[in-house]
Each structure stands twice: as structure tokens, then as C-alpha cells.
């Protein structure tokens, strides 16, 4: 049986990523949240998943855990999140530092095979060109969340080159499904749509984003879970098929039969970059097959809410 720690495990993308190990009888997953932003109600209620609540960047809290479960593998995911939160939080973003630290230590020191970690499409930064690619775009934003997400990164190959600690890096683009809490942009607009309330955008809603269904995300992590082929390499996890944010608005509109109005409010001053497209050349090799088309994993979020 492979014992598998999830942290940030009561969130969206860490639930789901448990949700389709739970298929593997063999699997033992143990998930961590502090209730920053995860909900109790995405915890899997499954004979081989056990929830504690703790806060990973507080050494006390995480260490018994490790240390009890000496767990096969890793999966690094709790994080502030959301970008009107990390704007208004710089501290508390810093602070994640020390989760991934704790983790790093602790996997070294409990025989961790593995560690998987969430960074973020946003250490890219402002692209300066597109798709943005793992091995040839630079690392350039200065915001707080992505800065972390990169110094992440840099202590996930440390650790490697210095103790042998394997890892995998996942650089997530805009993910979307069924349990992803209303604060971002596709669950708040259909939020809004299936109440025919305005939908509104910042600035002219003409910044494009790719949109990857969770199946498409949890899917890909786990093969490469599987896989000696994606060790100690980076992976943008995303969508390569490009949308305005009126577009998404658009779509969301039509496939509810909302009333909801567009509504322009005034551009954000930091932190909504006007483009994003991942090369996910890696992650086609992971999955093998075609990605969800975004009106088809609209729909299925749809028949979850109805």
C-alpha cells in the first residue's frame, strides 16, 4: 500500500488529485488543511483517507503527521491562493515558505520517495512570449505569490542535488470543476450567471487565459506519479487553447440561458496579466489524449450544481 500525504487537502485541485487516487485500493491518503480557503466538504469520506487539520508552515503541526505516517509520496499543494487575497496578504504569502521548507526537511529525514509541488503559471510573469514554455520563458513576476512559487522551485532542486530528494513540479495554469470554491473567475461567473446577475469584468475582459478542466490536471499529476520518465522535472499543467475573459463570460451566459449582463469595472492596478498560454507539449505526453474542450467542462460543472 503506497501512503500518500495531500496537503492544502480540503482545497479544490488537492481533494480532486485524492479523490482519484481513492480509485486505487492499494492507495492511503492522508490530507492537511488549515481551513484557510479548503472546505471540509471536499474531504473524500473513503476507509483509505484520513483528514487532519494543521498548518503546514508550522513545524509542531506537521511533523508528528510525517514522522507517524513516514509517507511513499508527497503532494506539496497547500498554498495562499487567489489573487485578490495574495495582493492583500503579502505576509501571509512569505509565510508559505516556511511550509515548503518543513516539507522539504521532513521528506528528506522520512524516507519520502517523491515530492510533488503546485507552483504556478504565475512565475512567468508578464509573458514575453507565447506559448510559454518550462525550459526557455523566464521567470520574471515580482508579485509576492509567484516570487514564493519560485523560490519554491529553487528549494525543490536544491534538495534534490544536495540529499537526492526526487521531485516533480507542476507549474498550474487556470484550472476549473465541480468543487473549485466561487472566488475565481470561472466559478464566480457561473455563479453569477445562474442567478442572472451581472457578470463583471476588470478593464475591456480582452486578457486571455487557457482554461484546463481538473480531470485534464488530476489525470496528467498522476501519470507522472507513475512514471520514472517526469522525475525531477517541470510540467505546465494547463490548457493550450486561448480565451478573452468576455469570451468565458460569453460562454458561461449562452450554456446557463442567464440574463446576466457584462459589466466593465475599472482594471486591476497589479496582478491580471493580459495573457497567458502554457506550452503543454509535456503534459500531452502525459495524458495521451485529447483535453476536455472548455464548453464540455462547463457543462459538467453545470450538472454538478443542478
Avoid: W
Amino acid at each position: 500500500m503506497a501512503k500518500i500525504l495531500i496537503t492544502g487537502g480540503a482545497g479544490f485541485v488537492p481533494s480532486s488529485t485524492a479523490d482519484r487516487l481513492l480509485e486505487d485500493p492499494s492507495n492511503f491518503i492522508v490530507l492537511v488543511d488549515n481551513f484557510l480557503t479548503g472546505n471540509i466538504n471536499n474531504v473524500p469520506v473513503h476507509k483509505n483517507c484520513k483528514f487532519i487539520k494543521g498548518d503546514v508552515n508550522n513545524y509542531q503541526d506537521i511533523a508528528p503527521i510525517m514522522c507517524s505516517y513516514q509517507f511513499d509520496y508527497v503532494f506539496h499543494y497547500a498554498a495562499v491562493v487567489g489573487v485578490k487575497r495574495t495582493l492583500d496578504n503579502p505576509k501571509m504569502v512569505l509565510d508559505d515558505i516556511e511550509g515548503i521548507k518543513n516539507i522539504l526537511e521532513l521528506s528528506k529525514s522520512t524516507g519520502v520517495k517523491r515530492v510533488f509541488y503546485s507552483s504556478s503559471s504565475e512565475v512567468y510573469g508578464e509573458p514575453v512570449h507565447l506559448p510559454q514554455n518550462e525550459e526557455t520563458t523566464p521567470l520574471n513576476s515580482r508579485l509576492p505569490y509567484a516570487v514564493v512559487k519560485n523560490v519554491g522551485e529553487a528549494y525543490f532542486r536544491s534538495y534534490q542535488q544536495e540529499f537526492g530528494l526526487d521531485y516533480t513540479i507542476f507549474r498550474f495554469f487556470n484550472t476549473y470543476g465541480p468543487k473549485q470554491s466561487t472566488d475565481f473567475v470561472m466559478s464566480k461567473f457561473i455563479r453569477l450567471a445562474l442567478k442572472d446577475e451581472d457578470v463583471t469584468l476588470y478593464g475591456d475582459g480582452l486578457q486571455t487565459r487557457t482554461f484546463c478542466f481538473i480531470d485534464d490536471n488530476t489525470e496528467a499529476c498522476l501519470n507522472a506519479m507513475k512514471s520514472d520518465e517526469f522525475v525531477n522535472k517541470v510540467f505546465n499543467i494547463g490548457s493550450d487553447l486561448i480565451f478573452t475573459i468576455k469570451d468565458l463570460a460569453e460562454i458561461v451566459i449562452r450554456l446557463t440561458n442567464s440574463k446576466s449582463k457584462i459589466i466593465y469595472l475599472p482594471a486591476l492596478p497589479e496582478g491580471d496579466m493580459t495573457r497567458r498560454q502554457p506550452d503543454i507539449g509535456k503534459m500531452k505526453q502525459l495524458l495521451n489524449r485529447d483535453l476536455i474542450p472548455l464548453e464540455e467542462g462547463i457543462k459538467r460543472v453545470l450538472e454538478n450544481i443542478q
